[in-house]
């Protein structure tokens, strides 16, 4: 059972406050749901920087069962200088074992979100795409799936989730 969880928000525009974070909202309504009686924290939002989303991961994992990281799953600055830096996804795989992740492709081959989830000690790890529908859906399929141990079970249900926002 996992009572314990720590939210993460990440990038600039969350940290600056441009972008309004609702998906934080979300995902506690969810966990909840899970487990009515988890303790949940959220930590103020963490910029696009690699080491800094590094850390924040760190420390939670160190401190709770679940830690789950909201947005910087995308391509972004991969593939063009104009869009935003998505680090989280690259942070978790360099630092997860075991692990799971699924890479989503829009039309155009644009790398659309990649979602990881994996073990950091004893912690279960994962991320979230920063779009609201996105990341309610993946949270939702998370909570429909945590019962199982199994990262492939629930990666490939979140990443499910996702996809079917774009029919």
């Given at each position: 059972?996992?009572?314990?969880?720590?939210?993460?928000?990440?990038?600039?525009?969350?940290?600056?406050?441009?972008?309004?974070?609702?998906?934080?909202?979300?995902?506690?309504?969810?966990?909840?749901?899970?487990?009515?009686?988890?303790?949940?924290?959220?930590?103020?939002?963490?910029?696009?920087?690699?080491?800094?989303?590094?850390?924040?991961?760190?420390?939670?994992?160190?401190?709770?069962?679940?830690?789950?990281?909201?947005?910087?799953?995308?391509?972004?600055?991969?593939?063009?200088?104009?869009?935003?830096?998505?680090?989280?996804?690259?942070?978790?795989?360099?630092?997860?074992?075991?692990?799971?992740?699924?890479?989503?492709?829009?039309?155009?081959?644009?790398?659309?979100?990649?979602?990881?989830?994996?073990?950091?000690?004893?912690?279960?790890?994962?991320?979230?795409?920063?779009?609201?529908?996105?990341?309610?859906a993946a949270i939702e399929a998370f909570v429909k799936?945590?019962?199982?141990?199994?990262?492939?079970?629930?990666?490939?249900?979140?990443?499910?989730?996702?996809?079917?926002?774009?029919?």
């Amino acid at each position: 059972m996992i009572d314990t969880a720590t939210i993460i928000p990440t990038g600039d525009e969350i940290k600056a406050g441009i972008v309004f974070d609702t998906d934080s909202a979300a995902v506690v309504q969810q966990l909840v749901r899970y487990n009515p009686e988890m303790q949940i924290t959220r930590i103020a939002p963490v910029t696009d920087e690699e080491d800094k989303i590094e850390q924040a991961i760190r420390k939670a994992a160190a401190a709770s069962d679940l830690v789950v990281l909201i947005g910087g799953s995308g391509g972004g600055h991969r593939y063009s200088s104009t869009l935003g830096k998505d680090f989280t996804h690259t942070a978790l795989e360099a630092m997860l074992s075991p692990s799971a992740s699924r890479q989503l492709f829009g039309k155009n081959g644009h790398l659309w979100s990649c979602l990881v989830c994996g073990r950091l000690g004893d912690a279960l790890v994962l991320n979230l795409p920063g779009p609201f529908v996105e990341a309610s859906a993946a949270i939702e399929a998370f909570v429909k799936n945590a019962a199982s141990d199994d990262l492939e079970r629930i990666n490939a249900a979140m990443a499910e989730a996702v996809r079917k926002q774009y029919p």
